[in-house]
């Protein structure tokens, strides 16, 4: 670990203590794991602790580790990981969090903290059904508003539940039940005769 990441991971131990479940280093990018219930404390200390100033939320993501390592995971299925920098101390943080119930996932919003976590919160909520408490306009983002189910879960079917077209007669935009059928696509393997022999 390098000088700047090790003061910083001093630093984090420092102001954090026990909420930090656990701190990793991979290929010079630090990342911490916090319990969904200190979310919110933690947060705030990553952004007015002096010796800390994370004042951006660079990028919020949902993640389903359900399949993670070929299905040998064991935690919790859903997380949400957060993306800090310090503008101030050039540094820059990940901070992962799982969500408690795999069946009804649910995180506080960190929108009052940073409001730029307002559309990456209603990302993380459409695309996989993460729900986070105290946001002010959870709604999909990218989906319809008919959409059924959350696309980047792993159990999502591929080909989606429904699908929707144009009608002509009733001049509007109509569902209905997917029409492709499921298949296997095997590449085809074409191999010349005499190919890479000398003449």
Not at 73 to 78: H, M, N, V, Y
Not at 174 to 184: C, F, G
Request: hydrophobic share 40%; glycine share 6%.
């Amino acid at each position: 670990m390098n000088e700047s990441l090790e003061g910083l991971s001093v630093s984090l131990l420092t102001a954090l203590g026990s909420k930090m479940v656990r701190q990793t280093n991979a290929l010079d990018e630090l990342t911490i794991e916090v319990k969904a219930a200190d979310l919110t404390d933690v947060m705030l200390t990553l952004r007015d602790h002096p010796g800390l100033r994370f004042d951006q939320l660079m990028d919020l993501c949902g993640m389903d580790y359900s399949d993670y390592r070929q299905g040998e995971w064991e935690g919790l299925r859903f997380a949400v990981v957060y993306h800090l920098l310090s503008v101030a101390k050039n540094r820059r943080v990940r901070v992962r969090v799982f969500a408690a119930d795999d069946d009804f996932p649910v995180l506080s919003s960190v929108t009052a903290i940073w409001s730029s976590a307002n559309w990456y919160e209603r990302e993380a909520f459409d695309l996989y059904g993460i729900l986070f408490d105290g946001h002010p306009d959870l709604r999909r983002i990218l989906t319809d508003y008919g959409f059924v189910g959350h696309p980047f879960r792993k159990d999502f079917p591929l080909s989606g539940n429904v699908e929707m077209r144009y009608d002509p007669e009733q001049q509007r935009v109509i569902y209905q039940p997917v029409s492709i059928d499921p298949r296997e696509i095997t590449p085809r393997i074409v191999r010349e005769a005499n190919y890479g022999e000398r003449a």
